[in-house]
């Protein structure tokens, strides 16, 4: 890019953004694109169907290819957890007792669209607050959970929410 004056010579796809953007050497600043593609929205679903219900989509979830191949989510979600959060958020955050970090994923998942009690989850699986927060840092950002941060009409107040209450929505 820098020699020829050429945009679009490279495009760089896959899940595994931060163990990529830790090996690149340059900033890029300024001269790149990142474009974060997101499981399926209801909107999407809802054009390939005549027959609008949400709950096929809960039990189902989002992920395309669960669609475009008819998959069993089952199947294809328990290889997904151990291939992609087992093995590689596991690498980016070091976790010792994957045991508890299993744990922690089926509490969050049963915690879906409550406020989060960093405490209630750091005791149901045996460690530190700090840990959970971490968790769920590494989880938001490799787009495993959302963090929808609670609305208040007070703009410092809605900043300041997520430090102590946040709805989570698992992807």
Known sequence: MDERGQNGQFIL???ENLLLSEKINQSLA???YICNLLPLSLEELQISTSHFS??????????PKLYAQDLNPIDWLSAYIQTYVERDVRQLI??????????????????????I????????????DKTVKEWLSILETTYIVYMLQ?????????LLSH?????MILA
Request: hydrophobic letters at 35%; charged letters at 10%.
């Open 150 to 158: 609670l609305y208040y009409k007070n703009f410092k107040k809605s």
């Open 13 to 15: 796809a896959g899940s």
């Open 54 to 63: 949400y709950i096929p989509y809960l039990y189902k979830g989002f992920y």
């Open 94 to 115: 070091n976790i010792r007792h994957l045991k508890q970090f299993q744990t922690f994923l089926r509490l969050c998942a049963g915690h879906v669209g409550q406020i």
């Open 163 to 167: 430090l102590n209450y946040t709805f």
């Open 30 to 32: 300024g001269r790149t």
């Open 117 to 128: 009690n960093y405490t209630a989850l750091s005791n149901a699986v045996g460690v530190s």
